[in-house]
């Protein structure tokens, strides 16, 4: 399961993230992969120092920010963000994140888009899975999110520039699907709301909800 979200960055905080990038070193990404995805990943990363962790503070405040990414993913932690960059030629073949990154458990990876998608061709996140690939190529301020076990590739970049933040989070919550139970929840306790305002009914989810909650949350 994936999710997109939308409008995790506002055009102001896209341009200023961007402004970010285009005045820093970027260096080559391989570097930063493992012995065998290095074989297929060519791109570029911007190096560390003070743009870089700026960067890291407002993407990682953006998501902590957005109801849809805390719901989907119950966040413990952002583990790791990467600033990167594909120019002409550029890809990253097919290949699986680490599970294990920094120490912590990675149980979801996210991109967050910053090149806005007519800007560039190719550049697709493809997904690959028993019903086939899905592409995802979104707008500039807009992420997805999807299960770092997933096989997945960056298609080749044939116009243009394709800017992104990409980033692994700790899930409170280690299975998927217990976590797909709990953003169902979610979006069925604010519908309920939205349409009837507190009821009894409402509480009664919201109580299930935070029963299993407590049931599976690993703090």
């Known amino acids: ?10 055009a102001e905080q896209v341009s200023h ?9 970027f260096a080559d990404g391989s570097k930063t992969a493992g012995r065998v995805a290095r074989s297929v990943k060519a791109n570029e990363q911007l190096e560390s120092g003070a ?15 957005h109801d849809g ?17 594909y120019r002409e030629g550029m890809e990253y073949g097919p290949h699986i994140d680490d599970a294990v990154m920094g120490g912590r458990r990675a149980d979801l990876s996210f991109t967050l888009f910053l090149s806005d998608p007519d800007s560039y061709d190719g550049g697709e996140l493809v ?14 301020g807009d992420a997805v999110v999807y299960a770092t076990s997933s096989i997945h590739h960056v298609a080749r970049i044939t116009r243009g520039e394709r800017l992104a933040v990409v980033g692994w989070v700790r899930s409170l919550v280690r299975r998927a699907d217990q976590r797909e139970i709990l953003f169902d929840l979610d979006q069925v306790a604010a519908r309920l709301f939205d349409q009837d305002g507190k009821t009894h009914e409402l509480d009664l989810v919201l109580k299930t ?9 690993e703090d």
């Open 209 to 217: 909800k935070s029963n299993l909650l407590r049931q599976w949350a």
């Open 17 to 25: 993230l961007r402004n970010l990038m285009t005045e820093g070193t």
């Open 51 to 65: 743009r870089v962790d700026t960067i890291r503070s407002e993407v990682r405040k953006a998501l902590m920010a």
């Open 1 to 10: 399961m994936l999710i997109h979200l939308q409008k995790v960055c506002s």
């Open 69 to 85: 990414f805390v719901s989907f993913a119950r966040p413990k932690s952002i583990s790791r963000i990467l600033v990167s960059r």
């Open 127 to 140: 997904m690959d899975s028993l019903e086939g690939e899905t592409e995802v190529k979104l707008e500039a």
